[in-house]
């Protein structure tokens, strides 16, 4: 099973309005990455955090990493309809060298 | 410096068929891994090879197999092709197994 889980499944917001997706997991990680990908092509990465970060920023992402809750967030700010996509977590378990994905978040942003 | 290229983009192929899916790593890097993705739903790991050897595997039958050349470019072949095989199949090439760089993907469609 999948060890990442995201919520919510799919979100639609205005233009200008900041979209926060949350993802969940299961198992002690290294590390927890966010990849966007666009009409079913490739990943993108966007952002990896360490088991031992709490929070990242790259230009209007801002990551949140909870591993007593064994969460994370990613917050996109001021979105743009370029911004349009699927967005998945990923998490590298300790123990192990692959990605293991969530199902994604679909976001909508409206103009 | 060259991203991960994936070939063909999209091949249609009938129930019983066995296929080849071809990636060019990014350069300098040493590791690969594919992934499986059905519509709507995460990638899902499907193995790994570092160094031409494989050295970890997801929960895919054996008829899924791969290889991993001195150029560290990357096969996977699909035998006895089943109607759920049908999906977009993503290759990523890093450096040791970490910083993972996605391809576009191959669009397989069994029919």
């Known amino acids: 099973s999948q060890q990442g889980e995201e919520d919510p499944q799919a979100l639609s917001i205005q233009e200008g309005e900041n979209a926060t997706m949350n993802c969940s997991y299961k198992t002690s990680i290294n590390n927890l990455q966010w990849y966007r990908q666009n009409s079913g092509r490739g990943l993108v990465h966007l952002i990896l955090i360490r088991s031992n970060e709490r929070e990242k920023h790259s230009g209007r992402l801002r990551v949140t990493l909870d591993t007593s809750k064994k969460s994370s967030s990613l917050l996109i700010t001021a979105s743009r309809a370029a911004d349009t996509a699927s967005y998945f977590c990923?998490?590298?378990?300790?123990?192990?060298?692959?990605?293991?994905f969530g199902q994604g978040t679909r976001l909508t942003i409206n103009p | 410096e060259t991203g991960v290229t994936q070939s063909p983009t999209h091949l249609i192929k009938t129930r019983g068929q066995q296929v080849t899916l071809r990636c060019s790593s990014q350069s300098g890097h040493n590791t690969v891994s594919w992934y499986q993705q059905a519509l709507g739903q995460g990638p899902q790991f499907i193995f790994q090879y570092f160094r031409e050897e494989e050295n970890g595997r997801g929960n895919f039958p054996p008829r899924f197999s791969g290889l991993q050349f001195p150029n560290y470019s990357s096969e996977l072949n699909v035998n006895a092709l089943e109607l759920d095989d049908s999906a977009l199949y993503l290759c990523?090439?890093?450096?040791?197994?970490?910083?993972?760089?996605f391809g576009s993907g191959t669009r397989l469609t069994v029919v």
């Open positions: 990923a998490t590298v378990f300790q123990g192990a060298q692959k990605l293991v």
């Open positions: 990523a090439s890093s450096l040791d197994g970490y910083g993972y760089t």
